[in-house]
Every structure is written in structure tokens, then in C-alpha cells.
């Protein structure tokens, strides 16, 4: 178990290295920052000192040892645009997009497993086949359009919940929450669905095909020879087993929810950092891009690893 | 009083291409400390009937007709929760594969204590000390450990105990067992049966014994019910029955087992229901080049194989541990031999055959083959010709052929791969195959899952043959079907023996059946070759404790009835 962990943490480590290499490759490959940050009227003095001050006239090794020991202390260069520490800039506008995906997750993941559940238990049922006709549209519509439609419903025609922005938040010293107030979580609701959706139905279809699977086993059969209750067979026995392939996908998901916020928090401006991502891509501000690039990888590296422990602490078979 | 009463059960499965009857107007009672054996081929309806009993029919089928009553209270036609009430109190059920009859992510502990539970009411602790008595009851070691393990740490053996265990958990009056040994070693296999037998006397339960198996029948059961195609063709005592059959499926069943005391010229084939398939010996050995071998020198001698399969890998390889699945085994195979590998699960029969014929690469020993190393892959035109010269058929004809694949490209294959043949010649070659085999020319436009498990084994055996090879592997040939179809196989198999002049390495778990085949056999024991002897030595006078076990264990089939036999 120990060598398991310790083997995957340092598989870990290697993606970062990767992934931090690819970051960094950015700042030599994608266009030349010094252009886009003097203006027009530059002399070539202005071009060197800055070029000296941003240490791009050192060796690319050196370049790229320095640039992983400053991401290491959490100094992500600087903002070529706004001129102020990327860090800063991003743990402003981390606490809105964490926020709002953990909210989606939670809506994915809550209904998705028990909406998959109540398919596969009452497959042949009405209200069964309703859910799986309305999920199929719920993914086929693109993100933004469900985004809309809702805003006009709850916002423009009922007026129940905002259609923009994060509501009042409260300052816990670096960490702005919406958790807090009323406003907040009202903010919450829309953009949280909106960008969960697509995942709380792909989940729910996993859900529901992985479980038909399993109430198909032997074991499941031998269970209801035994003279099982139902509820029993299906949530003390079929539901477990039906996790283990769900947990993977369901991971990888939970990754892309915050890596893909970007539409979501375009539609409702909301203030993450997904907003930022698309500012910086505009203006080539690489350090930006490349600390957004390593932010997400930092995460899917861990929700992978959460998944594999997760996987041990659900089948014995991997234990031993 | 009669513990079960099955009064003309009649099981439908509506469909929309009519009404598919899978049992019809089939009787049989269970008397208290019975043992009825119901037996019958694939899809002759006898697990339907233990699934109709326990009220578990898979949708849509239903029971259309007749009563099943236990202790004489109506159960057919209950309903879900009364039936819940009865399953696993009163009736309890065995499923075949103790593999997949055991919920892998549950300690067996929970799983027993689970149903104790539910059935009695009883606390923690009370439950636990009754899993704890199951378990040691059922001949478990150790109880009170194995409780807080999970079923992927048990052996097959074990978990079938475990299953057993799990059926006893209410004291139930019948157990109806599901195929309960056809996953099993002979020697677990014997185990579990001598256990089910000391229920069904000690307890006074009354068994259904569901098995397509006549030696378990002959050796187990106390009366026995033959089923075909869903009705039942004849019932009454095991040795009446096995003895001195009636009915005519009966008589050519019977003759269709393979006897594990004398050796038979052929298999008598079960002629019954028109069931009998050509198979064109005589259109194939015609059009077949041999190749002359000097009869006195070996044709394929194997030197010193030796085989590891790593456990558990570590990050260090000195940390890494080894199973030793074929353990410096060395034997020689003469032109035209049947030469018969025997042992349980795990003695790495096997692994032998794979690594003959390079499916796995060797650790240590040569493979010699008309005079010629082959086990050198950087050799690679002695190993072309060694793989066009060598030909394998699997044990389960479902996963051996491609499911994507259609026959044509399957029995292609190797001729293509070869480069023998191509264009209209080839396609030529393989309907002439399919015609030989007895599957017909239009066979080859179509996909496995049209077949049936026989035809299935002649494709493979079709695709064996397509590259005129001098050596067969049989692992397991016949070990996945039904007595007439193995009867079928394997006169075909010493159809191919006799007329080609072929040489195989016959791979089984089965004695009778190796004892038929044979012309000389080699024990193997966890990757060792323990004894080697012609068959008919072998089985009259074994060397080894080992082999004298096996032997002991095999069924011995003495009341059968041996009308019909070509002696």
C-alpha cells in the first residue's frame, strides 16, 4: 500500500515536470513578450534592460530551472499585461471558479449517481424513460445555450436568482466566499447548473449502464437466492460494485469542470479564473497562461491520485 | 412427506418470434435426505426448472403451466415478497462458478452474517458465531480468520465452500445446486459433492442436483431425472436409470460418456434427435501432403522448459516474487503420437502448451522440432515454419474465435499469414475446409455467434488444419461442451490422428477422456512432471501417490450401462 502510494506520487511528479516544461516552453515559443509589452515608441536600451530585468537573456536551461524553482515558492513571474505577480492575480480569482466547480460537482455527482441508480432499479418504469429522453437533450445542448435559457426563466422571467456575478462575498483573509451570504449562494445556483449538466448526465448514464451490468452477476442472483431484500441487493451490494468504473470517469470529469468553467463564467461574468485565461490569451500574456496551464494540471494530477486511493479503498483486490 | 412436488411445470419465454417453451410438463418430487439428479445437455431446460423453484425466472419467462409445492403448500404463483420470504429460509440455491457467486468487495464474514441476519433474526455476535460454526462446518480452517477475508483470497475449492456455507445459513430443507462442481478440480470436486452428500444425510435435506455431468450423477445422486429439450424423457433410480436405460436419449447419452475403465476404437455418438454431424476424413486425408518422418526419432522433444510469472513486481527485483509455473519439465513426442498432459488447475499443463508454441516466451530450456531448435525467436525462419508446422485449439470455443471476424477470415488467417495461398484459390480451400468439417461452404459468409459451441470447435479445428500442419495442441478441446458434442470432437480428433498420421499434445483435466485419447501420459503437479507411462500402465499401475489420488478421485461411472459401446 505504502509503495503504491509512493510510486504514484512520484509518477505525479513527473506529469508536473512535463506539464511545467510545456508551460515554460511557452515563453520562448509563443511570440516574443518584449513586443507585446513596450509600445511603438521603444528604443533599443528599453528592449534590453527589460529583456535583462525578465532574465530572457539567460541560457533556456537556466531559464527553465529558474522558472521551476520560483513556481515551487509560488512566484509565477509576472503579469505582462497588468504588470502585477501572476500569484496574486490568481488567488484573487481562484476562490470564484473553486467555488463554482465544487458546486457543479457536488449537483453532478449527487444527481447523477442517484438519478442512475433510479434508472437502472426501475429500468423498464415511465418516469425512467422520461429521464433518459430529457438527459439526452441536457447533452446535447451546448453549454452556453442552457446557460442562456436558464438565465431568461429564473432571471429575466421569474426573477427568482441573479444572471450575473457572484452576489455579496465575504473576505476570510485571501479567500472571497459566496458560501456566506444569501446573495452568494443565490449567484451560485444557475452557472452551478450550467456547468455541471453535461456531466451530472454522462455520469448518470454511467451510473445506470455500469449498475445494469452488475445486476447481471452471479453474485447479484446468488444474493437474491439467499432471499435478499431488494434494497439490500441494490445498495448494499450492486451499488459498490458499480463504483469502481465510475470513479475514473467521474474523476476525469470533475478535472474538466474546472479546466472548461471558461464558457460558464463568460456567460454569467463570473469572476474566476477562467475569465482570466481568455483575457490573457488575448493579450499573449504567457506567464498567466502558462501558471492557469499549470494550476489545472496541479489538479488533475491530484484528482487522479485521489481516484487510485480511492480505488484501493473501495476493491480489496488491489490491496494485497 | 414429499419436501418438493413439481407437477407438470410448463416454463414459456414469450418473444416475438413466437412462444419458446424451455420446459414443458416436466414432473419430479424430493423426498427429505434425496438426492435428485436432474441431467441433460445444454439447453435442455434443467437449471429452468431450479430457477422456477426459487421464483427466479429471468423476464419474460413465466410458469404457464403445472404446480411446484413445498412440504404441500403451493409456492408456484406466490408472490415477490412471500417468495423472498422462502428463498434462502427454506430453499436455498448454488450457483456453478464459485468465482462470480461471491460479491468480491464484501469479507466473506459480512456476506455470511448478512443472510444470518436476515433469516434469524440473530444479534452481532450471535451471527458471528454462527458464520464462524458454517464455515468450520463446511470444512473451512481457521473460521474465525477467513471471516474478515475477502473471496479473492479463497482458492475455487474454498469458495464453493463458502457458497455452501452461505445456503446453510437458515437451515434450509432443499438446496437446489446449480452445476455445483463443473468449475472445480476433480479432487475439490469429489470434496464438495462428499459434503452435499453428508447434508443431504445428516440434515435430511432434499437436493436438486442440476449437472450435465453422468459421472457426478452415477457417483452422487439417489434417483435422476433426464431431461431433453425441455421434457423430461425418463426418470426413476440412478442405477435403473444409468443401468438399464429406457428411453432412447437415455441409452445413447450414457453411450456417449467416456469410460474411464476400458478403451473404446470410437466414441458411440448420440444418434438421437438427428443430431449427427459429417465430418469428410477421407476428402480431407486425400488432399493432404505429409511429410515423412523417421518413426524412431522423437518429433517434437522439449528440454528443461522452465516458466516464472512474477507476483508481486517491486520497484527492486530482488523484491519481486515468482511463481514457478513449469519447473525444468523435459519430455520427447514420437511421429504420430497422442501424447496426453494431466493435472488440476495451476500444475501448468497449460502454461507447456503456450510455451511450445511461443505464446510465451521461455525463461530457460529448448523446444526441438523434427530435428530443428525452434525456440529461438532470432531464429526466425526456423520458427515461421515451426508455427505453420504446429496448430493449437483452445478450450473455449466462445472466446477463441474473433467475434468481429467473419468464418471465411478466421479459417483465412493462418493461410494468409503463411502466404500458402491467396485470391480465389484461398477462398477455394477454406469452403472446401468448411465442407470437410461438415459446416458447408455458405459457412464461411457468417460469424461465430451463429454457431453453437460444437460448430464452433469444428471452425476452430477447420482453422487448424487450413495450413496442413504435423503437430496438434489440444488444450482442454472438449472440456466446454456437452458429452455428444465432446463425443463428436473427439472422434474427430482420432479421425485426424488415424488418417493424417497428426501428432498431438492432448491437454486435459478429464482421465476417462485421456484414457480414451492417449497413447502415453505425463502427470504434471504445481510445474512439475512428476510420471510419464503409457496410458494403459498409467492407469493400471501408477507409480506416483499423486497419480494414485487422481485416479482415485476420477468418477468410476460402474453402474453405467454399456449398451451401444464399440469396444
Known sequence: ?320 | MTLLDIQNLTVEYPSRHGVFKAVSGASLTVEPGEIHGLVGESGAGKSTIGAAIMGLLERPGHIAGGTIAFKSDLISGLDAVAMQDLRGKKISMIFQDPLTSLNPLLTVGEQLMETISLHLGLSQNAAQQRATALLERVGIPDPALRLRQYPHQYSGGMRQRVVIALALCSEPDVIIADEPTTALDVAVQAQILDLIKDLARERQVGVILVTHDMGVIADTTDRVTVMYRGEVVESGTTAQVMGAPNHAYTKSLIAAVPRPQVKLKRFSQISYGGRETRFAIEDIARNWTRVETQADTPLLSVRNLEKRFPIAKSIFPGHSTYLTAVDDVSFDIMPGEVFGVVGESGSGKSTVARLISGLYPLDKGTVEFAGQIVSDPRDKAAVMQFRRDIQMIFQDPYSSLNPRMRVLDIIAEPIRHHKILSGSALTKRVHELLEQVGLGAAAAAKFPHEFSGGQRQRISIARALATQPRFLICDEPTSALDVSIQAQILNILKDLQDHLGLTMLFISHDLPVVRQMCDRVAVMQKGRLLELQDTETLFAAPQTDYTKELLTLMPHLEGLSDEGLDI
Not at chain 1, 521603444?42 to 527589460?50: K, N, S, V
Not at chain 1, 418504469?125 to 430529457?134: E, F, T, Y
Open chain 1, 1 to 320: 500500500m505504502f509503495s503504491f502510494l509512493i510510486r504514484r506520487v512520484l509518477q505525479a511528479g513527473l506529469v508536473l515536470l512535463i506539464v511545467g516544461f510545456v508551460a515554460f516552453s511557452m515563453f520562448n515559443f509563443v511570440g516574443d513578450p518584449i513586443d507585446n509589452m513596450l509600445g511603438t515608441e521603444r528604443t533599443q536600451a528599453d528592449i534590453d534592460r527589460l529583456r535583462t530585468q525578465l532574465g530572457l537573456d539567460q541560457p533556456f536551461v537556466v531559464q527553465y530551472w529558474k522558472f521551476l524553482a520560483n513556481a515551487v515558492e509560488g512566484n509565477l513571474g509576472v503579469s505582462y499585461r497588468q504588470g502585477r505577480p501572476v500569484a496574486e492575480i490568481i488567488a484573487e480569482r481562484a476562490p470564484a471558479t473553486l467555488e463554482l466547480a465544487t458546486v457543479s460537482a457536488l449537483f453532478a455527482v449527487g444527481v447523477g449517481v442517484l438519478l442512475g441508480i433510479y434508472t437502472a432499479i426501475r429500468r423498464d418504469g415511465l418516469v425512467s424513460h422520461i429521464i433518459m429522453s430529457v438527459s439526452l437533450i441536457g447533452v446535447s445542448l451546448p453549454t452556453f445555450l442552457i446557460g442562456i435559457l436558464l438565465i431568461y426563466l429564473f432571471s429575466v422571467e421569474l426573477d427568482w436568482l441573479p444572471s450575473f456575478g457572484r452576489g455579496e462575498v465575504t473576505d476570510l483573509g485571501g479567500w472571497t466566499t459566496g458560501f456566506l451570504t444569501t446573495s452568494g449562494l443565490k449567484a451560485l445556483i444557475l452557472p452551478g447548473i450550467t456547468l455541471g449538466l453535461f456531466q451530472m448526465t454522462l455520469i448518470m448514464r454511467l451510473v445506470r449502464s455500469e449498475m445494469l451490468e452488475v445486476l447481471r452477476q452471479d453474485y447479484i442472483r446468488f444474493a437474491r437466492a439467499r432471499g435478499l431484500s431488494e434494497k439490500a441487493i441494490n445498495f448494499r451490494h450492486a451499488l459498490k460494485n458499480t463504483l469502481v468504473p465510475v470513479i475514473t470517469v467521474t474523476g476525469l470529469q470533475l478535472g474538466s469542470i474546472i479546466a472548461f468553467a471558461i464558457i460558464t463564467e463568460t456567460v454569467f461574468q463570473w469572476p474566476g479564473v477562467g475569465l482570466l485565461f481568455i483575457n490573457a490569451v488575448q493579450f499573449v500574456d504567457i506567464p498567466v497562461m502558462a501558471a492557469y496551464l499549470m494550476l489545472i494540471s496541479v489538479m488533475f494530477v491530484a484528482i487522479n491520485l485521489i481516484v487510485d486511493i480511492l480505488y484501493v479503498a473501495i476493491d480489496p483486490r488491489l490491496r494485497s
